[in-house]
């Protein structure tokens, strides 16, 4: 099982960047997506995540409306468009996956989890 983030990197208040997560080792269409993000010295926030059947969204308080979560099942990859950055976005960013998540920004809920992106937000 792997999962792969990327697309990670810097960016100036106002920027974009959009990050992919790539699957590999379970039936990924089964398995709702999630992102995350931390800082040092803080808990995992949750940051977005999408369904299986209907695909549906779900997102954090901080992003919503700035950043949109989508997944492509044929090349089992999701991504998290990051537009609007704040320096309050710099984080390192996770991508999980579950196979329910009832409380979807709930880290427990996730099974696989793959290494992080640092994503950093800086004029």
């Known amino acids: 099982v792997q999962l792969q983030a990327s697309g990670g990197g810097f960016a100036q208040p106002g920027g974009s960047l959009r990050l992919s997560c790539v699957a590999s080792g379970f039936p990924f269409e089964d398995y709702v997506i999630g992102w995350f993000r931390q800082v040092p010295g803080k808990g995992q926030e949750g940051v977005a995540c999408?369904?299986?059947?209907?695909?549906?969204?779900y997102y954090g308080i901080p992003v919503k409306g700035r950043f949109t979560i989508s997944r492509n099942n044929a090349e089992n990859t999701v991504y998290l468009q990051m537009n609007n950055l704040k320096p309050e976005d710099t984080a390192v960013y996770y991508c999980?996956?579950?196979?329910?998540?009832?409380?979807?920004?709930?880290?427990?809920?996730?099974?696989?989890w793959g290494r992080g992106t640092q994503v950093t937000v800086s004029s």
């Open positions: 999980a996956a579950g196979l329910v998540a009832r409380t979807w920004h709930d880290p427990d809920e996730y099974t696989y």
């Open positions: 999408i369904g299986i059947s209907d695909w549906s969204t």
